[in-house]
């Protein structure tokens, strides 16, 4: 075809598109940013739940784009209408929302750009197909899906590539007259690449975590535009990486296979080319053959991201945990600068695990307990009272009703160089901290006594009744319970009593084992003191009694 009769093609083919390139190129111009400054997107298709693998690359998005003054936004990839689930959009804003990761434009978050969800672009994307069917880079296609299956059987039996190009590419030579016949006769068509590529020839690319890597030339005529004038993921992603002026692509490298169709596209569209940052699959050691595989919606309960809402596992330490998944030098840098927030360190390219990062159950609860350590005893109530005021409103009510209390209890053993690490998730503190709140303790600790050993509590009520002053500070409570436990013939020390064990009953320590187990209902917890300090001397003696009358 001539270039006269390509725009008559084009003309006959989107008679309703007034608009052309340079009106959305005007539109959408360059961004005012910085040097160097990184636009970054998140482009979920809204086709199922938000998993690990999902958050960790929007995470990426965002801190490349924070650190270099650029832009993170959102874009919704609903291109695949069929596949769509309910409450998919809502469910991804919402996780953003929830994790504390978000995009400073996009779809829900406004912006200058948009519309940042591809369902309302579809005329953006007809003006950039009009114009490549001018240029002879796209055609009509009118096969029907019985005979593309038949070529893709026979492609199977031949083993060669699957696909439409050359040989069997009919419609790619049609004339003017034939296209507008079949239009005329109501035939469907797609809008298929004309691709110029030879499969002989190599591309290279060159991807900010991966490094060279060669590909052969795309020289499939891959689908632009669906029969119902839609666009394909493939052509819709590149006009909105332009329009909005993404720079840096940063996605699961399921989507490395398809770079040299995203490469021919965006060379035949004349853009400016982005650069690509493919992210590997995050990885877990098989708890059965200990091999180590993808991490697994069906084998591990980390995988979606509801694990970490419904467990109380804080935003902050999991952005930590997506940190050291991100960078390998992140987790020495936090444990250096434990002042520091994460914003500080400064991400690249370079320090991202080629290969994929394994999940590390244990490094993540480290991270937590790490997180939960430097908190004051007030934020350790105020962040629990919120979490179970969304998953457990029956211990929010309670954390109210003892709110004095619990912030007491929480800042036990803060101050010193080695704050307490006990609690790992907001889901934990219930059973943790359960003796501080009487009716817990009654109905669900003491039921789990550590301990199996009877206690004396005479002993222990003659101890409190006429010993304990809870006014007087740690030191001195400790030695007045040493002169106690000497005075009813129990060695002052542990050492003491290995030296000559016939002397004594026991020692100093197994007094205060009896009196925890009994006010506690557990063989450890924090300083036993702190605890009856809070609890009171009225409390102390109904716990004892509850411990006899059991
Ligand atoms: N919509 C694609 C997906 O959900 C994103 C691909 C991309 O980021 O380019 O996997």
């Given at each position: 075809m001539t270039k006269e009769e390509r725009v008559e093609l084009a003309e006959l083919l989107?008679?309703?598109?007034?608009?052309?390139?340079e009106y959305y190129e005007a539109k959408y111009?360059?961004?005012?940013?910085?040097?160097?400054a990184m636009v970054t997107r998140y482009g979920p298709s809204p086709t199922g739940s938000v998993h690990l693998g999902n958050l960790l690359s929007a995470f990426a998005d965002m801190v490349y784009a924070r650190q270099s003054n650029g832009s993170f936004f959102l874009r919704i990839e609903d291109t695949d209408q069929k596949r769509m689930v309910e409450g998919g959009i809502e469910n991804i804003t919402t996780v953003l929302k929830d994790f504390d990761?978000?995009?400073?434009?996009?779809?829900?978050?406004?912006?200058?750009?948009?519309?940042?969800?591809?369902?309302?672009?579809t005329e953006i994307y007809q003006t950039y197909i009009k114009d490549l069917v001018i240029q002879g880079y796209a055609y009509p296609c009118f096969m029907k899906e019985e005979e593309i299956e038949a070529i893709r059987q026979e492609q199977e039996l031949n083993k060669t590539k699957i696909g439409?190009?050359?040989?069997?590419?009919?419609?790619?030579?049609?004339?003017l007259e034939e296209v507008r016949e079949k239009i005329n006769n109501k035939e469907e068509y797609v809008i298929r690449l004309k691709s110029p590529g030879d499969a002989n020839h190599e591309i290279e690319v060159i991807d900010c975590i991966k490094g060279k890597m060669k590909f052969p030339e795309h020289n499939v005529d891959t689908v632009l535009l669906k029969k119902d004038g839609t666009p394909t993921y493939h052509f819709a992603h590149a006009i909105d990486d332009h329009l909005m002026h993404t720079t840096h692509v940063i996605?699961?490298?399921?989507?490395v296979s398809s770079l040299p169709l995203h490469v021919q596209l965006f060379q035949l569209l004349g853009f400016k080319p982005v650069r690509y940052a493919h992210i590997a699959p995050i990885t877990i050691k098989d708890q059965e053959t200990g091999n180590i595989r993808k991490i697994s919606k069906r084998k591990?309960?980390?995988?979606?991201v509801k694990y970490y809402e419904e467990n109380g596992i804080p935003i902050e330490a999991l952005h930590l945990y997506l940190a050291t998944i991100t960078n390998t030098n992140f987790e020495e840098w936090y444990l250096n600068n434990?002042?520091?927030?994460?914003?500080e360190f400064e991400f690249s390219f370079?320090?991202?695990?080629v290969g994929g990062t394994s999940f590390d159950e244990a490094k993540l609860v480290n991270l937590c307990k790490t997180y939960f350590s430097r908190k004051s005893g007030k934020e350790v109530y105020e962040e629990t009272h919120f979490w179970a005021t969304k998953h457990d409103t029956e211990y929010a009510k309670l954390l109210e009703e003892n709110k004095e209390d619990m912030i007491k209890f929480f800042s036990i053993?803060?101050?010193?160089?080695?704050?307490?690490?006990?609690?790992?998730?907001?889901?934990e503190v219930r059973e943790e901290f359960s003796y501080a709140i009487d009716s817990l303790f009654e109905k669900?600790?003491?039921?789990?006594?550590?301990?199996e050993k009877e206690y004396d509590t005479d002993l222990v009520l003659d101890y409190v009744n006429n010993y304990l002053d809870l006014n007087v500070d740690n030191e001195t409570w400790f030695n007045t319970i040493k002169e106690f436990a000497v005075s009813n013939g129990?060695?002052?020390?542990p050492k003491d009593y290995k030296n000559?064990?016939?002397?004594?009953?026991?020692?100093v320590g197994d007094i205060c084992e009896a009196i925890r187990v009994m006010i506690t209902g557990r063989l450890k917890s924090p300083d036993l003191f702190s605890i009856m300090k809070i609890l009171g001397k009225d409390r102390i003696l109904k716990r004892i009694e509850f411990y006899k009358n059991k």
């Open positions: 989107f008679p309703n598109i007034k608009h052309d390139r111009p360059e961004r005012d940013l910085p040097e160097g990761i978000l995009p400073n434009e996009g779809y829900s978050f406004g912006g200058e750009y948009g519309p940042y969800i591809q369902s309302e672009r439409i190009y050359g040989v069997y590419a009919i419609d790619r030579d049609l004339s996605r699961g490298d399921e989507w591990d309960p980390w995988f979606g434990p002042e520091k927030s994460i914003s370079d320090k991202q695990a053993e803060k101050d010193g160089p080695r704050p307490r690490k006990d609690i790992s998730k907001y889901s669900e600790h003491y039921a789990k006594n550590e301990s129990y060695a002052a020390s000559e064990p016939e002397k004594y009953k026991g020692h």
